[in-house]
């Protein structure tokens, strides 16, 4: 028995020095959320750069919300998501629907473009493991 729990140990060890080695706590420089897609230092690559003369929507990203929670926006007309996170740790938000993806890491700023969207209710949630289900979830309401 005693063999059995040392070879426990060693596989314990094992797994908290690789969690490590791939920068699993949070650690400055490219860590696990790099290597996952998250923590880019600028948006993803389905997010949109600035639209010229679009309008500007302010959101911010907190830990485990989005202020505002819904955003109105008209059908047939861009915008400009001006995305800051003003949590501590990183964040997105996805629209699955429209393909729209943009990170923001914490502190940052971020502009992105979303291009005219049709008329209907979407769901954009932060996409980074556990977020969504903590409650970082909104509404993009597209109205005629």
Request: net charge positive; hydrophobic share 45%.
């Amino acid at each position: 028995m005693h063999g059995m729990a040392a070879i426990g140990v060693l596989l314990i060890l094992l797994a908290v020095v690789g969690i490590g080695a791939m920068g699993g706590w949070g650690m400055a420089g490219p860590g696990w959320t790099q290597h996952m897609g998250w923590g880019r230092s600028t948006p993803a690559a389905s997010a949109e750069t600035p639209i010229a003369g679009a309008k500007r929507v302010a959101v911010s990203l907190v830990d485990f919300g989005f202020g505002p929670g819904e955003i109105r926006l008209q059908a047939g007309e861009p915008v400009n998501l001006e995305l800051t996170n003003t949590g501590r740790i990183l964040h997105d938000l996805t629209i699955p629907a429209l393909g729209f993806r943009a990170v923001v890491q914490p502190g940052q700023r971020v502009a992105v473009g979303l291009p005219a969207a049709p008329r209907g209710t979407y769901e954009f949630y932060c996409s980074v493991p556990g977020h969504r289900e903590a409650g970082m979830v909104g509404r993009l309401v597209v109205s005629p």
